[in-house]
């Protein structure tokens, strides 16, 4: 193939594509697995949002009357995926807890996510000195495994729900500040950040608006995947006891932890929660990977 | 070697400072004081002031980092709260089983993961390679504690084979000299015993693995397959080596650094789910006393078994970089 014709190929490759976002979605709606992950996760928020209109009874009324013969009455035509203990709906408490996983989820990687970029943005952009401190710190927390420092934050701040939105997300916190500071190292001697240095664009505006947004794929896969990672964390404490404390509250984690007292004669009340944990972190992690994949073709079926 | 290891030991001394400095922070920020907790919310002025003195809490707050590193480094963790005995002790008594475990779990993760990893990339795209990355899949996604409630349903409840709770059945007679009873019962050479509690040990461990088998599966598929393609291997196929030679000699032994690198960080998740397997399984290890301490308000107990974790945690990283180097030398340059 001569240079002219290589030349030739490139330019018409180059009509086709529009942009890196419009080929990653394009890539991204053609992965099976990501599809699937989308409507995962489309069930969840929406089970999330229309609970007071999807589920058949209150999360909280009890009704003692269905649990007299012992616990529990498995799944029937009134009530779909049985009750608990206290003749509470089972299927209106998953419907609700919904709420809680989707609530907590997204505040606690939104925590992680602002803190952690801010720190590995300042870390990764002007080096030297804040460079080492923030680092040195992030090494720090990350010597504490992430579930322990969790749990060290929650006894710090008292069991409940803000807790657990604030242990989960400080627990990500060095995840982020290290995955933008590796990647803004990497976009720092960009040819496109000395053309801007050189035309004395301000040093806040570089990293703001051409340094930041080229280094933001790899931090929405993070993102996704941490949303996972934190239904999972959140519900672990719940089960741990550390969630909201309230018994009455519909917690996925912490309705496992009385599920886990009647398994053996009872073993729908936690199997129906835990396949709601795991439908929504399933669909973040499929999700994850399709974006992964998307963003960076080259990894197509290879992570 | 020698000169990268001490510079790998030298990056230990900051994170240890840093570590001490942390929890130490951490329990002056918990809510309470230590007089109020230890003597009661009515205790007099007087009676406060004494027990500030007696622990050097009206010192200056240098002073005061300054003997509580001191006595952290003498092996003192202070004084459990709650059962009133020194916090070392109980970590003793409790560190074998949740070792243990997170052996046996580590066991299960590489034994499982690496060869379906391997196959996986070898027969890509075939029913293994997709039976892996669904499985890998599954495991990142499944919270263990319900994947210890449905082991302990279906194994232990339903079909009897393997029990419940504990770490050993209360009808054997087993001495423990060390703690670590699988050990203690090969040791003392009661079998009955060694096998009690290794059946024990399977269901926690098949749950607590399931998160490092699948990043572990995944790993090694993702590696296998770039070095596969790499010159090396092509020469090596090249000049008539038997495909077992190259499969072993070539492709896995490289595609092994990647998967030698993430174990190290996989004792993380280990010693952190630990708290939830041990929660499950009712297994008397360290994650079990510290859910206990978070209700106990057992605070030397929390900062003393956090402390303690995180430095194995830092040490068992240093063992995995110093084992990278060794297999790896271009690392030891850099």
Known sequence: ?303 | MLRFAVRRLFLLVPILIGLSLLLFVWVRALPGTPAAALLGERATPAAVERFERQYGLDRPIHVQYWAYVKTIASGDLGTSVASRRPVITEIKERFPATVELALAAMLFAVCVGLPLGFVAAKRYGGVVDHGSLFLSLIGISIPIFFLGIILKYVFAVRLGWLPTVGRQDVLIDAEHPTGFYILDAIVTGNWEAALDAIKHLVLPAIALGSIPLAIIARITRASTLDVQNEDYVRTARAKGLPPRTVDGRHVLRNALLPVVTILGLQVGVLLGGAVLTETVFAIPGMGSWLKEAIFNHDYPVLMGGILFLAVIFVLVNLVVDLTYGLINPRIRVS
């Open chain 1, 1 to 303: 193939m001569s240079v002219a014709q290589i030349e030739e190929t490139a330019l018409e490759q180059n009509l086709t594509s529009t942009g890196l976002w419009r080929d990653s979605w394009r890539r991204l709606r053609r992965n099976p697995g990501a599809i699937v992950g989308f409507a995962f996760v489309a069930v969840f928020v929406a089970v999330a949002i229309l609970a007071p209109l999807i589920a058949p009874y209150s999360p909280t009324e009890q009704n003692l009357a269905l649990v007299a013969k012992g616990c529990c009455p498995g799944p029937s035509r009134e009530h779909l995926m049985g009750v608990d203990e206290l003749g509470r709906d089972e299927l209106s408490r998953i419907v609700y807890g919904a709420r809680y996983s989707l609530v907590i989820g997204v505040f606690s990687v939104a925590v992680g996510l602002s803190i952690g970029m801010l720190l590995g943005a300042i870390a990764g952009y002007l080096g030297g000195a804040a460079d080492s401190a923030i680092m040195r710190a992030m090494d720090i927390m990350l010597a504490i495994p992430g579930l322990l420092l969790a749990i060290g934050i929650v006894a710090m701040l008292g069991p409940g729900f803000v807790p657990v939105m604030v242990a989960v997300g400080v627990a990500n916190v060095p995840i982020f500040a290290r995955l933008l500071r590796g990647t803004i190292l990497g976009q720092r001697d960009a040819d496109y950040v000395l053309a801007a240095r050189s035309v004395g664009v301000r040093k806040s505006v570089i990293l703001a608006g051409h340094i930041l947004p080229n280094s933001i794929s790899p931090v929405i896969v993070a993102a996704t995947l941490a949303m996972a990672t934190a239904i999972i964390d959140v519900a672990g404490l719940g089960f741990l006891g550390l969630g909201p404390q309230d018994p009455a509250t519909p917690e996925w984690g912490t309705m496992l932890t009385t599920a886990d007292r009647y398994i053996s004669t009872a073993p729908f009340l936690a199997f129906f929660p835990g396949l709601a944990i795991v439908i929504a972190v399933l669909g973040f992690n499929l999700i994850g990977d399709g974006l992964r994949e998307a963003l960076d073709p080259k990894l197509r079926g290879r992570v």
